[in-house]
């Protein structure tokens, strides 16, 4: 199956590499603030804090009809061969069509040049929002950092995960990066207008100044 991810981020995001911290690799991007800082994380008042800003903003990036790219990054010792063999959870428990799951691609690359021993276990989905139980997945990416049943690398100590949801159809693509925070990024600026007027109290402060500039110049 062709991969169209590649020339996708070649042709619309500059050839940019999907690594953490999109944000501040991307022209046009927001950061939003998903848990309640200095909150217990399993804080009722927090958990639903969660649950519906990942929610919300995910349901404004995607529609019923796009096509999406969910691609999961699983970072790792070379010599562990326990994630080469087989895809994580989380198409075995957040895809809902086990024919969609048929259509995943896996790549094996190295992104620390400084580290030979560290190795990156790629795989892409292509498929559509209804496939995806991403309220649940979503969630889960919140509890990865805890200890919690739904951990997507339990028993995988020394790995690390990162999850991108891309729109091919709208060009933006969608990263919660863990429980803090969310990126949002765009080909085009114009296409993150309404997420910042709508969802404008949930930018992260921190990053405020910078998005406020970047959204309000020409």
């Not at 200095?38 to 639903?48: A, I, P, Q, S």
Request: hydrophobic share 35%.
């Amino acid at each position: 199956m062709q991969n169209k991810l590649y020339p996708f981020m070649q042709n619309h995001f500059d050839g940019l590499v999907l690594r953490s911290s999109l944000f501040y690799s991307s022209k046009y991007g927001l950061r939003f603030e998903i848990s309640i800082p200095g909150v217990d994380h399993l804080n009722k008042r927090n958990l639903k804090q969660m649950k519906d800003r990942t929610t919300c903003l995910f349901d404004h990036v995607f529609y019923d009809s796009d096509e999406i790219l969910l691609i999961t990054d699983v970072h790792t010792m070379k010599l562990d061969r326990f994630l080469e063999k087989r895809p994580t959870k989380v198409y075995q428990k957040y895809i809902r069509s086990k024919d969609t799951r048929y259509k995943l691609i896996y790549e094996l690359f190295n992104f620390e040049e400084e580290d030979e021993d560290m190795v990156t276990h790629r795989f892409i989905l292509p498929c559509q929002k209804h496939v995806i139980r991403y309220q649940q997945l979503l969630m889960a990416i919140s509890y990865e950092d805890f200890p919690h049943p739904t951990q997507l690398l339990k028993g995988s100590q020394h790995a690390g995960i990162d999850i991108y949801f891309v729109n091919v159809t709208r060009k933006m693509i969608f990263h919660l990066y863990d429980d803090r925070g969310c990126d949002i990024i765009a080909f085009d600026k114009e296409d993150l207008r309404s997420l910042y007027r709508e969802f404008n109290d949930w930018i992260l402060d921190y990053d405020r100044v910078q998005i406020d500039n970047m959204m309000n110049n020409q």
